[in-house]
Every structure is written in C-alpha cells, then in structure tokens.
C-alpha cells in the first residue's frame, strides 16, 4: 500500500500516473483487480493468494449484469443490496459484502490534516467512449464556486488526461489531480487519500465517485452540466449511456442538488445501502469469508 505522502508525490507526474499501460493481474476475473478493488480486500484480509470471485468494478445504476461477470464462471462478491436478487438468479454463491473501498479507507486510516476545499470530478471518457460536453463552461462554474467551496482541485480520469481534457481546467486556474490509472492496483488507497484532505466533492455526473466521496467523509453536491458520449464502436457508447438510466440519474441529482456543509441523514443512509456498511468486516472475518 503506498503512503499518503506517496500519493501526493505521484502528483507531480500526472503523464506517468495516467499513462495507458496493459492489465498485470493474478486474479482469476481480471476486473476484480481494477481500480485497486481485489488488492484492498486481499491486503485488508491479509491473503496473498488471488480472489476467487467477481467483484463487480463499481456503482452500477443499471438493472443487469455484465457479460464477462457471468461468464467467468466464479461466485460473486456484491456490495449493492439492491443487486443482491440479480446475481442470486445467476450465480450459484453471492457473498454480501461490503465496497472493498471501505477497506482501503480503513487501511489508509483517518486524515491527519484539517479537510479543505473541494474535490471536482468531470463525466469522463472511457477506453472506447468519448465525452461530449462544453469543457470551458464546466470548468467555469467549478472555478466559480463561492468562496466556502475553494479551492477546488479536479480529479481527472486517466483517460481524460491523455485526451487533453484537464487542458480547460488548467486554463482557469484549478489545480489537477488523478487517482491513476484503472489497472493500478494503488489506484483506490491514492483516492482515499484525496478524497480525505478534501472536505466537499462534486460532480456534473452520478457515478461511484459520488458513493465512494460520502463514504469518505466528504459532503458531496451534483453540478448540473449536460454530457453525452461518442465513438466509433456502437456497443461501447451505448453502454455508456444505458448504464446510465434517466430516472436513477434524475433521483441521484435532486436527492445531492444543495450544496450542504455536512450530509443528511438520507443522503448518508442512501449511500451506506449502496456501499454495504454493514457488512463491513473485521480482517478475520473477512478473511473466512473470502477463503473458499
């Protein structure tokens, strides 16, 4: 697990943080390993040995499961109690448990610096689907928040970085800042860790930054901002726009619209049913649970 200090030092190279490289993982359902999930499970519990399971790679507000998950042929280890009936019609073993990111703020422990300003996370592109939407103006109203909410730093994705997406940022003055790329295997411990020395986060999307952001402590509020995607593979851009269903996005939006100093009892309820808080577990406990 690399150090806070670490963390904020790989800032400073944001060319080699981002760069696209080729997945090096063990793990028998290689998405298990992305962004750093299998390896907060493994360390939290103290197994070297690869998982044997689907983890599922993030938030999913969508109501199926992915292909790859089924077909790999392995039980499932579900951190959103309201997929729990999906994968129980289709996987033979279901551990309900919770986002391996719980584990890797654990790991990481409690900030040791008073939180400030905000932590700003665009809609982002992917391997295969471009985002459509006016950077400039977006990065104006990030740079324009009230005085409260800065500074404000934008955490941009790999890919966006080796888009030129930060470009527009930059050009307002707001500093930069990624979690790596989504084969680091570090990638969830350096999140933590920004997200910990940030007091609000935000969003013009709805995504598992906006989970993973609450349950770091932060008071997370939605920018609205319009965007879309593109590309020259059809399959991928309508993946990421089904995946993304207009009534989840719609209730996500006004359920986080007011930007507040501290989460309400709702919003905070919301995302720990989502994140599965209460079945965080001791590293014994979750040991057992993953040894099969």
């Not at 298990?32 to 999913?60: C, F, K, Q, T």
């Not at 932060?218 to 020259?232: A, D, L, M, R």
């Amino acid at each position: 697990m690399i150090t806070r200090q670490q963390a904020f030092d790989d800032q400073n190279d944001l060319d080699a943080l981002c760069k696209d490289h080729s997945q090096a993982t063990s793990e028998r359902f290689e998405p298990a390993a992305w962004y750093g999930n299998s390896m907060a499970l493994r360390e939290y519990a103290s197994i070297r040995e690869p998982l044997d399971y689907v983890v599922p790679h993030g938030i999913a507000l969508h109501s199926w499961i992915w292909k790859n998950e089924i077909d790999a042929g392995l039980p499932a280890y579900i951190y959103q109690t309201n997929r729990l009936p999906l994968y129980r019609q289709r996987f033979s073993k279901v551990i309900h448990g919770a986002a391996p990111f719980l584990y890797a703020l654990a790991l990481v422990g409690d900030p040791p610096t008073e939180r400030r300003g905000t932590i700003f996370f665009p809609a982002h592109s992917t391997h295969h689907a471009r985002v459509n939407m006016d950077i400039d103006a977006l990065a104006d109203k990030a740079a324009n928040l009230p005085a409260e909410f800065q500074p404000v730093a934008v955490c941009i994705y790999w890919r966006g970085h080796l888009l030129g997406d930060d470009q527009p940022y930059k050009r307002s003055g707001l500093r930069i800042v990624s979690a790596g790329h989504m084969f680091d295997e570090q990638f969830a411990y350096r999140l933590a860790y920004l997200l910990q020395a940030h007091k609000y986060a935000a969003s013009n999307d709805i995504g598992t930054q906006l989970f993973f952001s609450v349950a770091a402590g932060c008071s997370f509020f939605h920018i609205p901002h319009e965007f879309g995607f593109s590309g020259p593979r059809e399959d991928f851009v309508n993946d990421a726009v089904v995946s993304k269903p207009p009534e989840m996005m719609t209730y996500f939006e006004q359920l986080f619209s007011e930007r507040r100093e501290r989460m309400t009892t709702e919003q905070i309820g919301v995302v720990d049913e989502y994140i599965s808080r209460s079945q965080f577990k001791a590293p014994d406990a979750l040991r057992r649970e993953l040894k099969r």
